[in-house]
């Protein structure tokens, strides 16, 4: 088990920008420890099921990013 700051999952959405909550789940960030990078602010959810490594910079393709994963 990992602790919450040295989780797998941000290093995932860095590197993908957007993961879908069943990509998360595999890393091992369902559940209790999906809310707690959530409110830690390691991850900000997108929308219903996507999220992104908080603190990234949008770009003009983030309205297609959601959509393409």
């Known amino acids: 088990m990992h602790s919450i700051t040295q989780h797998p999952a941000p290093t995932l959405a860095k590197k ?3 993961v ?3 990509e998360l789940a ?3 960030a ?3 420890t999906l ?3 959530l ?3 390691s991850l900000v959810k997108v ?3 996507v999220y992104a490594l908080a603190g990234r910079k949008p770009t003009e393709l983030d309205d297609l990013g959601p959509i393409a994963i």
Do not use: N
Request: aromatic share 4%.
């Open 16 to 18: 993908q920008g957007f």
């Open 20 to 22: 879908r909550a069943r």
């Open 26 to 28: 595999l890393v091992g």
């Open 30 to 32: 369902a559940g209790g």
């Open 35 to 37: 809310q707690q990078l």
């Open 39 to 41: 409110e830690t602010g």
């Open 47 to 49: 929308e219903r099921g």
